[in-house]
């Protein structure tokens, strides 16, 4: 799907002009590359159209040309069409008790592994449960998975009562002190009803904060009808599409799971343990069409409405003093690039502020290390990185696999941009920021 929308595009940046043929022409391209990738009829005819009635109907802003324009409304559009970023999974309560769902075959017993790898990188004590009391070696399947990382499976392959089993394996791992716990199911199933039915009875005996339903992103289209059934039958559920790796359907899945309206948390993208993603449909789009073609341009973008306006949010934050890691890590990437606030402190007449450049620019290398350091961090410490003691040091050091000096150095930058904030005039950035 990714090279047959990617040469659209390139068809449409070679062509010398750019009119209503060439346009129609990008359109068919992209149904085509759609079609090909088992993505409802309907579906590609809606998306298509749009397309084409934006890019016939607006005007390129100022300083964009008009095939940018098209690509970058192309971009919007698949966006759009692939769904909302869904929220991370909220770890409110501990333990938070997470059911997975699934035909046999889906990726179930994976996709947990790595959830569980993901949520143990995030500092978090995972227990997984497995209640597979149909597949012979279920149990040593996930053991084998996610024991080399500490992680411990509670079942039992003689116990034929998979509800009972749920039920005593949360349990177990509530007793230990779990933060989460996952409960593995057997998905033996073969259409949409009676998992529902096996899901609702699991459900009511484990009381799950949230149901995960894993899709088989090869089965194309017809995962519309599962993610339809489930989003109906559960208010609190989301969804991992697998295999999105070589598939050729990919697209199928997605877009027909999007068109149900129930929101995709993560995406497998390999048989290793650390083959999961966030879903983010921006990120995956760029990567569909060609993340270098379409990176730049929408950098483009993005100055374009950055010097229009520099971000009231980000100066009010500034002046409140609330400057966390987060923040700090959008700072250095725009600063990097020569971003707003270094412009903003010399547009600044007789405001005289002499930025430490040490203070305020990083190389690429090591933004990105911060990158990988910050992964590894749970929500609480990249708001708050206050409370990160030695102990919290060496398990982020662990997670991301660094030293506790990479991890102490990117503290440090922190304590230094923090307080360089902190000494800055703040009447006269008040002024300033009313400004803009
Ligand atoms: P379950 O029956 O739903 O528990 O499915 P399993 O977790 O046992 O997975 C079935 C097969 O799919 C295994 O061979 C996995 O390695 C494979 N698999 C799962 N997720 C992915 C993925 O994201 N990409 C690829 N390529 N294979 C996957
Ligand atoms: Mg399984």
């Given at each position: 799907?990714g090279?047959?929308?990617?040469?659209?595009?390139?068809?449409?940046?070679?062509?010398?002009?750019?009119?209503?043929a060439?346009i129609?022409?990008v359109?068919?391209?992209?149904?085509?590359?759609?079609?090909?990738?088992?993505?409802?009829?309907?579906?590609?005819?809606?998306?298509?159209?749009?397309?084409?009635?934006?890019?016939?109907?607006?005007?390129?802003?100022?300083?964009?040309?008009?095939?940018?324009?098209?690509?970058?409304?192309?971009?919007?559009?698949?966006?759009?069409?692939?769904?909302?970023?869904?929220?991370?999974?909220?770890?409110?309560?501990?333990p938070?008790?997470?059911?997975?769902v699934?035909?046999?075959?889906?990726?179930?017993?994976?996709s947990?592994?790595?959830?569980?790898?993901?949520?143990q990188k995030?500092?978090?004590k995972?227990?997984?449960?497995?209640?597979?009391?149909?597949?012979?070696?279920?149990?040593?399947?996930?053991k084998?998975?996610v024991?080399?990382?500490?992680?411990?499976v509670?079942?039992?392959?003689d116990?034929k009562d998979?509800?009972?089993?749920?039920?005593?394996?949360?349990?177990?791992f509530?007793?230990k002190?779990?933060?989460?716990?996952?409960?593995?199911?057997?998905?033996?199933?073969k259409?949409?009803?009676?998992?529902?039915?096996?899901?609702?009875?699991?459900s009511?005996?484990i009381?799950?904060?949230?149901v995960?339903?894993?899709i088989?992103?090869?089965i194309?289209q017809q995962?519309y009808?599962?993610?339809?059934?489930?989003?109906?039958?559960?208010?609190?559920g989301?969804?991992?599409?697998t295999?999105?790796?070589?598939?050729?359907?990919?697209?199928g899945?997605?877009?027909?799971?999007?068109?149900t309206?129930?929101?995709?948390?993560?995406?497998?993208v390999?048989?290793?343990?650390d083959?999961?993603?966030?879903?983010d449909?921006?990120?995956?789009?760029?990567?569909?069409?060609g993340?270098?073609?379409?990176?730049?341009?929408l950098?483009?973008?993005?100055?374009?409405?950055?010097?229009?306006?520099?971000?009231?949010?980000?100066?009010?934050?500034?002046?409140?003093?609330?400057?966390?890691?987060?923040?700090?890590?959008?700072?250095?990437?725009?600063?990097?690039?020569?971003?707003?606030?270094?412009q903003i402190?010399?547009?600044?007449?007789?405001?005289?502020?002499?930025?430490p450049?040490?203070a305020?620019?990083?190389?690429?290398?090591?933004?990105?290390?911060?990158?990988?350091?910050?992964?590894s961090?749970?929500?609480?410490?990249?708001?708050?990185?206050e409370?990160?003691?030695?102990?919290?040091?060496?398990?982020?050091?662990?997670?991301?696999?660094?030293s506790?000096?990479?991890?102490?150095e990117?503290?440090?930058?922190?304590?230094?941009?923090?307080?360089?904030?902190?000494?800055?005039?703040?009447r006269?950035?008040?002024?300033?920021?009313?400004?803009?």
């Amino acid at each position: 799907l990714g090279k047959a929308l990617n040469n659209a595009l390139r068809k449409l940046a070679r062509s010398s002009t750019v009119d209503e043929a060439t346009i129609k022409e990008v359109v068919r391209d992209i149904q085509r590359a759609l079609i090909q990738s088992d993505v409802n009829v309907r579906l590609v005819l809606d998306l298509t159209k749009r397309i084409e009635k934006r890019t016939l109907e607006e005007k390129p802003p100022a300083g964009v040309s008009k095939k940018e324009h098209i690509i970058k409304i192309v971009y919007e559009e698949l966006t759009r069409f692939l769904g909302t970023e869904a929220k991370p999974i909220e770890i409110k309560e501990k333990p938070t008790v997470l059911l997975t769902v699934g035909i046999q075959g889906s990726g179930k017993t994976t996709s947990i592994a790595k959830l569980a790898r993901y949520f143990q990188k995030r500092g978090y004590k995972v227990g997984l449960v497995c209640s597979d009391t149909w597949r012979p070696g279920a149990y040593y399947q996930l053991k084998q998975l996610v024991e080399p990382l500490g992680i411990e499976v509670f079942g039992d392959p003689d116990e034929k009562d998979a509800i009972k089993l749920a039920k005593e394996g949360v349990e177990y791992f509530k007793e230990k002190g779990a933060d989460i716990i996952i409960v593995d199911s057997a998905g033996r199933h073969k259409e949409e009803k009676s998992l529902i039915e096996e899901m609702k009875q699991i459900s009511n005996a484990i009381k799950p904060h949230e149901v995960i339903l894993v899709i088989d992103g090869t089965i194309g289209q017809q995962a519309y009808n599962q993610a339809l059934a489930f989003k109906e039958a559960t208010p609190i559920g989301s969804i991992i599409v697998t295999k999105l790796d070589g598939s050729a359907k990919g697209g199928g899945a997605l877009s027909a799971v999007a068109a149900t309206g129930a929101l995709i948390k993560f995406i497998g993208v390999g048989e290793r343990i650390d083959d999961l993603e966030p879903f983010d449909p921006k990120r995956f789009v760029s990567r569909l069409l060609g993340l270098g073609d379409i990176q730049g341009l929408l950098e483009k973008f993005e100055e374009l409405q950055k010097q229009q306006e520099f971000s009231e949010e980000d100066m009010e934050k500034f002046l409140k003093g609330k400057f966390n890691l987060k923040d700090m890590y959008a700072q250095l990437e725009a600063m990097q690039k020569m971003g707003p606030l270094k412009q903003i402190l010399q547009m600044i007449p007789g405001m005289g502020y002499s930025l430490p450049e040490e203070a305020v620019r990083v190389g690429e290398e090591k933004l990105k290390k911060f990158k990988v350091i910050m992964d590894s961090m749970t929500e609480e410490e990249l708001e708050h990185p206050e409370i990160i003691n030695y102990s919290r040091i060496k398990r982020i050091a662990r997670g991301s696999g660094t030293s506790t000096q990479d991890v102490r150095e990117l503290l440090n930058q922190y304590k230094q941009m923090k307080k360089m904030f902190k000494s800055m005039d703040k009447r006269k950035l008040s002024k300033i920021a009313r400004k803009f």
